[in-house]
Protein backbone atom coordinates (compact mmCIF):
# COMPACT_ATOMS: atom_id res chain seq x y z
CA UNK A 1 0.00 0.00 0.00
CA UNK A 2 1.41 3.47 -0.68
CA UNK A 3 -0.32 6.77 -1.14
CA UNK A 4 1.31 9.83 -3.37
CA UNK A 5 0.08 12.94 -3.44
CA UNK A 6 0.77 15.56 -6.08
CA UNK A 7 1.47 19.05 -6.35
CA UNK A 8 2.82 22.04 -8.17
CA UNK A 9 0.67 21.92 -11.23
CA UNK A 10 -1.20 24.77 -12.39
CA UNK A 11 -1.10 27.30 -15.42
CA UNK A 12 1.46 28.22 -17.22
CA UNK A 13 1.92 29.95 -20.43
CA UNK A 14 4.16 28.38 -23.22
CA UNK A 15 7.78 28.80 -22.88
CA UNK A 16 7.57 28.90 -19.07
CA UNK A 17 8.36 26.39 -16.14
CA UNK A 18 7.11 24.38 -13.36
CA UNK A 19 7.93 21.98 -10.87
CA UNK A 20 5.61 19.26 -9.19
CA UNK A 21 5.91 17.15 -6.38
CA UNK A 22 5.30 13.78 -4.94
CA UNK A 23 5.07 13.45 -1.63
CA UNK A 24 4.48 9.36 -0.57
CA UNK A 25 3.40 7.20 1.97
CA UNK A 26 2.78 4.25 3.03
CA UNK A 27 6.13 2.37 2.08
CA UNK A 28 9.93 2.77 2.48
CA UNK A 29 10.13 5.28 -0.28
CA UNK A 30 14.33 4.27 -0.81
CA UNK A 31 13.43 1.20 -2.08
CA UNK A 32 11.04 2.54 -4.93
CA UNK A 33 11.63 3.20 -8.70
CA UNK A 34 9.15 6.62 -9.00
CA UNK A 35 8.14 7.97 -12.50
CA UNK A 36 5.72 10.28 -13.75
CA UNK A 37 3.01 9.83 -16.50
CA UNK A 38 0.16 12.28 -18.12
CA UNK A 39 -2.88 11.65 -19.46
CA UNK A 40 -5.47 13.80 -21.75
CA UNK A 41 -9.07 13.29 -22.48
CA UNK A 42 -9.47 10.01 -25.43
CA UNK A 43 -5.91 9.31 -24.90
CA UNK A 44 -3.91 6.64 -23.24
CA UNK A 45 -1.86 7.45 -20.33
CA UNK A 46 1.49 7.93 -21.44
CA UNK A 47 5.25 7.71 -19.64
CA UNK A 48 6.83 10.90 -19.17
CA UNK A 49 10.14 10.33 -16.38
CA UNK A 50 11.54 7.28 -14.49
CA UNK A 51 13.83 7.61 -11.69
CA UNK A 52 15.44 4.56 -10.34
CA UNK A 53 14.97 3.37 -6.71
CA UNK A 54 18.35 4.03 -5.96
CA UNK A 55 18.64 7.43 -8.06
CA UNK A 56 21.68 5.81 -10.18
CA UNK A 57 19.09 6.07 -13.84
CA UNK A 58 16.33 8.08 -15.47
CA UNK A 59 14.72 8.01 -18.37
CA UNK A 60 12.45 10.38 -20.27
CA UNK A 61 10.38 10.09 -23.09
CA UNK A 62 11.21 11.46 -26.17
CA UNK A 63 9.07 14.36 -26.34
CA UNK A 64 10.35 15.77 -22.94
CA UNK A 65 13.93 14.53 -23.38
CA UNK A 66 16.38 18.08 -22.82
CA UNK A 67 13.41 19.92 -20.99
CA UNK A 68 11.61 18.05 -18.17
CA UNK A 69 14.24 16.75 -14.97
CA UNK A 70 13.17 14.05 -12.59
CA UNK A 71 14.71 13.77 -9.29
CA UNK A 72 14.47 12.66 -5.87
CA UNK A 73 14.87 13.53 -2.28
CA UNK A 74 14.72 10.55 0.07
CA UNK A 75 14.88 12.25 3.35
CA UNK A 76 11.51 13.98 1.98
CA UNK A 77 9.73 11.17 0.49
CA UNK A 78 9.31 13.28 -2.18
CA UNK A 79 9.85 12.94 -6.12
CA UNK A 80 9.90 16.16 -8.37
CA UNK A 81 9.90 16.83 -12.09
CA UNK A 82 11.02 20.07 -13.39
CA UNK A 83 9.22 20.84 -16.20
CA UNK A 84 11.28 24.02 -18.46
CA UNK A 85 10.11 25.23 -22.05
CA UNK A 86 6.49 24.04 -21.90
CA UNK A 87 4.59 23.81 -25.18
CA UNK A 88 0.57 23.61 -25.24
CA UNK A 89 1.42 19.73 -26.03
CA UNK A 90 2.39 19.10 -22.52
CA UNK A 91 -0.69 19.91 -21.29
CA UNK A 92 -2.43 16.72 -19.18
CA UNK A 93 -3.16 15.66 -15.72
CA UNK A 94 0.38 14.66 -14.38
CA UNK A 95 0.68 11.19 -12.12
CA UNK A 96 3.08 10.20 -9.82
CA UNK A 97 3.51 6.75 -10.11
CA UNK A 98 5.33 4.45 -7.35
CA UNK A 99 6.50 0.83 -8.50
CA UNK A 100 4.64 -1.72 -7.35
CA UNK A 101 7.37 -3.76 -6.27
CA UNK A 102 10.78 -2.88 -4.18
CA UNK A 103 14.13 -2.34 -5.81
CA UNK A 104 12.69 -2.36 -9.48
CA UNK A 105 13.60 -0.53 -12.63
CA UNK A 106 12.18 1.91 -14.24
CA UNK A 107 8.99 1.01 -16.27
CA UNK A 108 6.76 2.45 -18.82
CA UNK A 109 3.97 0.12 -18.82
CA UNK A 110 1.36 1.81 -16.38
CA UNK A 111 0.38 -1.96 -14.70
CA UNK A 112 3.54 -1.58 -13.00
CA UNK A 113 2.89 1.57 -10.72
CA UNK A 114 0.39 2.39 -7.86
CA UNK A 115 -1.00 5.73 -9.05
CA UNK A 116 -1.57 9.70 -7.30
CA UNK A 117 -4.70 11.32 -7.67
CA UNK A 118 -2.70 13.33 -10.46
CA UNK A 119 -2.67 17.03 -10.86
CA UNK A 120 -3.79 19.31 -13.91
CA UNK A 121 -0.85 20.89 -15.71
CA UNK A 122 -2.57 23.49 -18.37
CA UNK A 123 0.34 25.29 -20.40
CA UNK A 124 -1.39 28.12 -23.40
CA UNK A 125 0.18 29.63 -26.24
Known amino acids: QVQLVESGGGLVQAGGSLRLSCAASGRTFSRTTMGWFRRVPGKEREFVSG????????SHANSVSGRFTISRDDAKNTVYLQMNSLRPEDTAVYYC??????????????????WGQGTQVTVSS
Open 51 to 58: IKWDGSST
Open 97 to 114: AAARVDYSSITYASQNYY
